[in-house]
């Protein structure tokens, strides 16, 4: 278009966003072109909001069409506003005198729907437009709009749903999410997408509110569960997913869930490890309320050594505090919370710093006060052994035998079981407490993996030291494995001389006993 001819363009967009078809007709016949770019178009809707035009009240939602300018370069704008403004006169009209071109139609189908103009919208329709126009855009501005009767002509008409549907739960149209959903649906494809709104590198689309995202998941999530689908593996895939699109307010909705209450204490601790640094490093985007809760949600669902761990490599020392409360226990994984809150204090000895490594201190010297009375009450009366090693006591939920362990009293303990004949089994190593952490983990802590080779623990028990040994942590079992072939020798020898003994009594015999050998001879 020669430079002289754009004052024609804005003059033919002004009167599209007015209403003004005379005026229209005037400057198509005119010479005016229909097409325009999106600087243009931009500045004639900057004008008619400064002026008042009852169509630049508009001015926000029209602005969105343009980014298909960008992708489509020049097009018939004027079209497109009047569509947005409800100018049904002046879309007939270019409907009857103008070319029409399938872009033409659905962008000015896109406007019409976007501002939720049903009517309109069919006439766009009728004419040649495309209901599935960039993966169903139509109904993806008309879940916008918010015009349920837009959403459901556009279904009436063909479009494709599931597109609109992850659109909808994506800006927590909870109405149009519900009218777009199916009981076949695959759920992944829309709570993929709710992530990527939720991500903490972008904000949240204009009007959609955090608590309505939300709730369409739940949707999902109950939809899924309510047909039997496999939770667990949904709840895992969800949170996976959550931590690669950086979306930490998925976070509370999933520690929350019962499928991951339900989930094998590796697995939960498996997310504990991915999940927590997410909300911790959201905390220069997200309120400080929604870290709060969903530090919180991890908290109670188990998440307390995890969120220890993550606020010491934060230096925040008032969740160091909460982790604590929540029952971590700073002496495990090696020791790591005391040593790195030394680590802080030496590189720099300020209040916050100081604050940790003192709460870490207290909590190492009461847990270990606490472990020492109970290994003390355990050992000096075994009468009921077998049951006190396996009792739990809230709220620290850890076993008798990890507080045995736990005081350096283990090789003690053995002795005991092995003179009572106490029976141990695999599930007294390996079963997890609350926070997801075994007996094997305290022997790993203080260093002390090699006790289950104690030969009185597995007496007459060779299949349940077999049940044990294929469950450990494969690294440890391959560096062990040389030792573990001798002891089960031991143990074997061991059951077949018991065997030999059970059936010598049985038949009033004395078993043989091995020859000495003969002293040498005098010289």
Request: aromatic share 4%.
């Amino acid at each position: 278009m020669t430079a002289p001819q754009k004052p024609l363009v804005q003059d033919l967009l002004r009167a599209a966003v007015e209403g003004d078809l005379a005026r229209v007709r005037l400057l198509l016949e005119g010479g005016a072109e229909t097409d325009a770019d999106s600087t243009e178009t931009a500045e004639v809707l900057r004008h008619a909001e400064n002026d008042n035009v009852p169509g630049g009240k508009y001015r926000k939602g029209m602005l969105e069409t343009l980014v298909l300018h960008e992708q489509h370069g020049r097009i018939n704008a004027a079209m497109y506003l009047a569509a947005f403004n409800g100018f049904a006169p002046i879309v007939d009209y270019f409907l009857e005198k103008s070319a029409q071109d399938p872009l033409t139609l659905n962008v000015a189908l896109f406007a019409a729907l976007r501002a939720g103009r049903k009517e309109l919208a069919e006439t766009l329709l009728d004419a040649g437009a495309d209901v599935h126009f960039k993966k169903t855009l139509p109904l993806r501005a008309a879940i916008d709009s918010g015009n349920m009767d837009c959403i459901q002509m556009l279904l009436a008409r063909g479009s494709g749903r599931e597109e609109g549907l992850a659109h909808a739960c994506a800006h927590g149209n909870m109405a149009a999410a519900t009218a777009l959903l199916a009981r076949e649906d695959d759920i992944r494809p829309a709570l993929e997408k709710i992530c990527h709104t939720l991500s903490d590198k972008r904000a949240l689309p204009d009007k959609v509110q955090l608590t309505d995202v939300l709730s369409t998941t739940q949707m999902l999530l109950g939809l899924a569960e309510a047909r039997g689908d496999d939770m667990s593996r949904e709840i895992i895939w969800l949170a996976f997913t959550a931590v690669r699109e950086q979306a930490s307010g998925m976070v509370e909705t999933i520690a929350e869930h019962s499928a991951f209450a339900a989930l094998p204490a590796a697995d939960k601790r498996q997310l504990f490890d991915v999940l927590t640094p997410l909300v911790f490093d959201s905390k220069n985007k997200s309120p400080l309320t929604d870290v709060v809760m969903a530090v919180d949600a991890l908290g109670a669902a188990g998440g307390a050594q995890s969120i220890l761990c993550e606020a010491l490599r934060k230096r925040d020392a008032a969740n160091v505090a909460e982790a604590l409360r929540l029952g971590a226990d700073p002496r495990r994984d090696h020791g790591f919370a005391l040593h790195r809150a030394e680590e802080e204090v030496f590189k720099n000895a300020d209040q916050n710093a100081r604050l940790m490594l003192q709460d870490v201190r207290i909590s190492v010297a009461a847990l270990t006060a606490q472990d020492e009375t109970r290994a003390d009450k355990i050992l000096q009366n075994p009468q009921d052994l077998a049951e006190t090693l396996r009792r739990v006591e809230t709220p620290r939920q850890v076993t008798g035998l990890m507080a045995v362990i736990n005081a350096g009293r283990a090789e003690e303990l053995a002795v005991q079981i092995g003179a009572r004949k106490v029976l141990i089994n695999a599930d007294d190593v390996l079963t997890p407490d609350a926070h997801g952490y075994t007996a094997f983990d305290c022997l790993a802590d203080r260093g002390q993996q090699a006790w289950i080779f104690t030969r009185a623990l597995w007496q007459g028990q060779a299949d349940e030291y077999m049940r044990l040994w294929q469950n450990l942590p494969a690294a440890w079992a391959e560096e062990n494995k040389a030792q573990h072939e001798v002891f089960l020798n031991t143990l074997n020898v061991a059951a077949q001389h018991s065997a030999l003994l059970d059936v010598a009594k049985r038949f009033d015999m004395k078993m043989p006993q091995r020859r000495k050998p003969p002293s040498p001879p005098e010289a």
